[in-house]
């Protein structure tokens, strides 16, 4: 079997997904880097004293149907919050972590990392 890596999902068939998640792992990633220059630590902000990570995966939580929950990143902070969360974390690269690399780059170098997922 190989593995799916769902990192957007809008607007999903429920039947195509539960047959989807019944053949493969289906894993969620969130990229949440630490070091954005706009809104540093952005991920880690509050709204009504929850982050703006722990909101993200508590709808991910809630949804139900991934094999496993992933936090992509290169800081200590939001990694403890992902953990905490019921995240697993996968540590970036500081390659993958710039703010000129794109997305795909971080979700490459997840799946090169995970393989067996």
Do not use: Y
């Amino acid at each position: 079997m190989g593995a799916t890596l769902a990192v957007l999902i809008c607007g999903c068939d429920e039947l195509v997904w539960l047959r989807l998640a019944e053949k493969q792992h289906v894993a969620a990633l969130v990229l949440a880097r630490g070091g954005s220059k706009g809104i540093p630590q952005k991920n880690l902000a509050k709204i009504n004293g929850t982050t703006l990570l722990k909101r993200s995966l508590m709808a991910i939580h809630e949804f139900g149907r991934f094999s496993s929950i992933w936090v992509s990143t290169e800081s200590a902070d939001i990694a403890k919050e992902a953990s905490m969360s019921g995240a697993e974390v996968h540590w970036r690269s500081p390659e993958s972590a710039t703010d000129t690399a794109p997305a795909i780059v971080g979700v490459q170098e997840f799946c090169s990392f995970h393989q067996g997922l």
